[in-house]
């Protein structure tokens, strides 16, 4: 589920696919720095691959919790429910997928942890307040990309969390700009067509996490080692 938020505030501030890069979030909310009046808008893939999933999501839990934040979900979202569900492989694909860097999160002293280390708390973050997608009157906000001339409401699972910003996606019929990520950019700067901006740089490995002044096109970047930097986006592309 999605929805507008009727509340506007200082700055909608979207971050890229986290991946459990907690030294990245957090030497971005030092530098940049986010203020109490800005809404936060992470765009899903929170866990996973990076070492630190637990402390990213207590993060967003608490952000969530004082109204500061709208968290999506990303595919990995979605393979950490299906692996919880016990739907038959899930554990297995989604472990393969970087849910072994979660589980240890959690555990770090046990070899192989189950499951049943993440607490409930953190599970109903993850399958109850993250939501599909988010708009506001200007941006709306995907994990991976949308049909051009579907409404938000009826776009598929698979668009919405999978499908690739390899091609330049066409302008959304609502006049929205889409803000979205999954698509890790090599170059390590957002990729910005003007209509659609991809702000994953691939965090998790070696890359930047991004975050981004989706009225402005300020952004922020940090990484792992706690390097910081920032730029603006062109008119067109960067």
């Known amino acids: 589920m999605g929805t507008a938020h ?3 505030y200082m700055r909608y501030i979207a971050i890229g696919d986290i991946h459990g890069c907690f030294d990245a979030l957090s030497t971005l909310i030092e530098n940049i720095p986010i203020s109490d009046d800005d809404m936060i808008v992470t765009l899903g893939d929170h866990v996973d691959r990076g070492p630190c999933s637990r402390d990213v999501l207590e993060w967003l839990i608490d952000r969530e919790s004082a109204g500061r934040l709208v968290a999506l ?3 990995h979202e979605l393979m950490m429910i299906d692996a919880a569900d016990g739907i038959d492989g899930a554990l297995a694909g989604w472990k393969w997928s970087g849910g072994d860097a979660t589980l240890q999160s959690y555990a770090p ?7 049943d280390v993440i607490p409930a708390a953190h599970m109903a973050f993850i399958r ?3 939501r599909d997608y988010f ?3 200007t941006h709306f906000f995907v ?3 949308a049909y051009a001339h579907r409404p938000l409401s009826e776009q598929h699972e698979t668009m919405l969390f999978w499908e690739k910003f390899h091609n330049e996606p066409e302008p959304h019929m609502s006049g929205k700009i889409m803000i979205c990520g999954h698509t890790p950019q090599k170059n390590g700067r957002p990729r910005h067509l003007g209509h659609a901006t991809c702000i994953d740089t691939g965090a998790y490995k070696g890359g ?3 975050a981004l002044n989706v009225a402005t096109g300020e952004y922020w970047q940090a990484n792992e080692n706690r390097s910081f930097r920032q730029a603006q986006l062109s008119a067109r592309g960067d």
């Open 73 to 75: 979900k990303g595919n």
């Open 6 to 8: 009727p509340t506007e």
């Open 143 to 145: 994990h991976a990309n």
């Open 128 to 130: 109850e307040t993250c």
């Open 208 to 210: 930047w996490l991004t």
């Open 109 to 115: 002293k046990k070899k192989k942890p189950s499951i």
């Open 135 to 137: 708009e506001t009157q």
